[in-house]
């Protein structure tokens, strides 16, 4: 059984930054792709940024710039680092991971608040 765990979430101020992780743990295939999205109060979910085996990586727009994926070196995991925060960046985040083959695993999500 696959499981994704989250963590780094919480309430910032804006002009802030949090640091979400993402760890894999149980049997999976290879590892295409790593990502995040992020799904608001008013149930709007938007694909964040994503992270390929190979590095390469993709960015919605309204983070671009502030926002930035990385994996771990030696587990699977994805990084997300989140600079100059919003309040539209209030969201629950999401973490994915899809194998080689199409399969795509979910974990439960972290809150992000952005408020004075």
């Known amino acids: 059984q696959v499981h994704l765990a989250e963590s780094g979430g919480g309430l910032v101020q804006p002009g802030g930054s949090l640091r979400l992780s993402c760890e894999v743990s149980g049997s999976i295939l290879s590892i295409y792709i790593m990502g995040w999205y992020r799904r608001t109060l008013g149930n709007q979910r938007e694909l964040v940024a994503t992270?390929?085996?190979?590095?390469?990586?993709e960015y919605a727009n309204s983070v671009k710039g502030r926002f930035t994926i990385s994996r771990g070196n030696s587990q699977p995991r994805a990084n997300l680092q989140m600079e100059s925060l919003k309040p539209e960046d209030t969201a629950a985040y999401l973490c994915y991971a899809q194998d080689t083959v199409g399969t795509k695993y979910w974990g439960q999500g972290t809150q992000v608040t952005v408020s004075s």
């Open positions: 992270i390929t085996s190979g590095g390469n990586t």
